[in-house]
């Protein structure tokens, strides 16, 4: 078993007796998923449908605790306090008391005091669990957060702050559709009629890929070109593998016609990751 603590997570708790109904209204996912299987991943978006924050959902008792990127938990509790109005909901930044711990590895849920949960974007990833800074540690010997990225590479699950920004990506772009992070059952959120609209088109263009090189990656934010074209950007890097945003047609008009894809000056392979459900789109679909 590995595990590290995910220092660059951090944890809110919502709660109060209209917290699902509150959440339900607001996120991509399905809150009743969260209250039948413990856990959830989804995002709140703008209106426009574009993703202003990201995080995984866990029930805790008669509330919600969110596991989200640490560098935007301030905003994110504004948003929602923002939202709240007069709903009989209470929202808590318990960062500085609580702290996201990572397990991969294993065959069952960790023996850890806290709140663990199977990570709900993919099987592969393991178990989270958000537990009390100064309760006990987990046994073993923990691993860095460079370790658990090249775990989460080598699944292929893209993270924000890495691999996209806020407020640029809608869902789609980044993969939500096949990591159990929207919801097209259950009604309106903010959003909705946008990433709705996608869904039912197929006009998501850009997506996350994996990307593969025969040396080191260059650094995360690099440009993917194919000749003198832009195609995307490189994201989260472990060593010689990594993951990529790019524009699939773009993508897949350069490999038809052997042109070489570059980040910096590593030649890149790119591949779909075996759990998504897009391909890529024929030679002839490029637009400008």
Known sequence: MAFCELSNRAVVR?????AHHF??????????????????????????GKILFDFLIARDGDGYLFDTPKATVADLVKRLTF?????????????????????????????????????????????????????????????????YTAHRVAVGVPEAGVDFDYGEVFPHDVDMDFLSGLSFAKGCFVGQEVVSR?????TARRRVVRA???????????????????????????????????????????????????????????????????SWPGADAESA
């Open 14 to 18: 919502i709660s109060g007796e209209e």
């Open 23 to 48: 959440l339900q209204g607001l996120v991509t996912n399905d809150m009743g998923v969260v209250d039948a299987d413990g856990a959830g991943f989804g995002a709140l978006l703008t209106p426009q």
């Open 83 to 147: 939202y709240k109005l007069r709903a009989k909901v209470e929202v808590a930044n318990l960062s500085d008391s609580h702290m996201v711990v990572a397990f991969w590895g294993v065959d069952g849920a960790p023996d850890v005091v806290g709140t663990v949960f199977s990570d709900p974007r993919h099987s592969g990833l393991g178990y989270r669990a958000i537990v009390e800074r100064d309760g006990s540690a987990p046994n073993g010997d923990a691993a860095d957060i460079d370790a």
């Open 198 to 202: 996608m869904q039912h088109r197929g």
């Open 212 to 278: 593969r090189a025969e040396a080191a990656l260059p650094a995360p934010g690099t440009a993917i070109t194919a000749g003198e074209k832009a195609i995307g950007s490189l994201g989260s890097v472990a060593g010689n593998d990594g993951l990529a945003l790019v524009r699939l047609d773009r993508a897949k008009s350069a490999m038809d016609a052997g042109t070489p894809l570059l980040a910096g000056t590593a030649e890149l392979t790119l591949a779909i990751p075996d759990w998504a459900g897009f």
